[in-house]
Nanobody, 125 residues
C-alpha cells in the first residue's frame, strides 16, 4: 500500500516562494502518475498539476501556469511542487496523490487512488 506524506507548507508572504515535498513509502513513485491538488476554504478540491511516468510535459491548472512547477526525484521517492510568485488566492490545503492507471496523467481527482494527508499553505502579509 503506497503511503504519501507531504511537508513544506506554512505561512508565506505574497510574492514569495514555497516548495512542497511529498515522500512515498510502500512503493516506488516511478510506477505511478503523480499529482498535486488543493482545496481552499469553502471550495471544492481542484487540480494543480500532474506528472506522468514517462512524459516530461506536465499540464498545469491555468491559474498556476508559469508560477508552479511539478517534479519528482525517483532516487528519493519524492515528488515536489515548487510554488513561485505566490498570491493570496493560492491559500489552500495542498495534497499530493498517485495514480496506478496507465497512460498519461490527467487533472482529475477521481483518477488517483493514493493521497497524502495534506499540508496547509497560507499566503498572507
Amino acid at each position: 500500500q503506497l503511503q504519501l506524506v507531504e511537508s513544506g507548507g506554512g505561512l508565506v508572504q505574497p510574492g514569495g516562494s514555497q516548495r512542497l515535498s511529498c515522500t512515498a513509502s510502500g512503493g516506488k513513485i516511478r510506477h505511478f502518475n503523480i499529482g498535486w491538488f488543493r482545496q481552499a476554504p469553502g471550495k471544492e478540491r481542484e487540480p494543480v498539476s500532474c506528472h506522468s511516468r514517462n512524459d516530461y510535459n506536465p499540464p498545469y491548472e491555468d491559474s498556476v501556469k508559469n508560477r508552479f512547477f511539478i517534479s519528482r526525484d525517483e532516487s528519493k521517492n519524492t515528488m515536489f511542487l515548487q510554488m513561485n510568485s505566490l498570491k493570496q488566492e493560492d491559500t489552500a490545503v495542498y495534497y499530493c496523490a498517485a495514480s496506478i492507471l496507465p497512460g498519461s496523467c490527467v487533472l482529475r481527482a477521481s483518477e488517483y487512488t493514493y493521497w497524502g494527508q495534506g499540508t496547509q499553505v497560507t499566503v498572507s502579509s
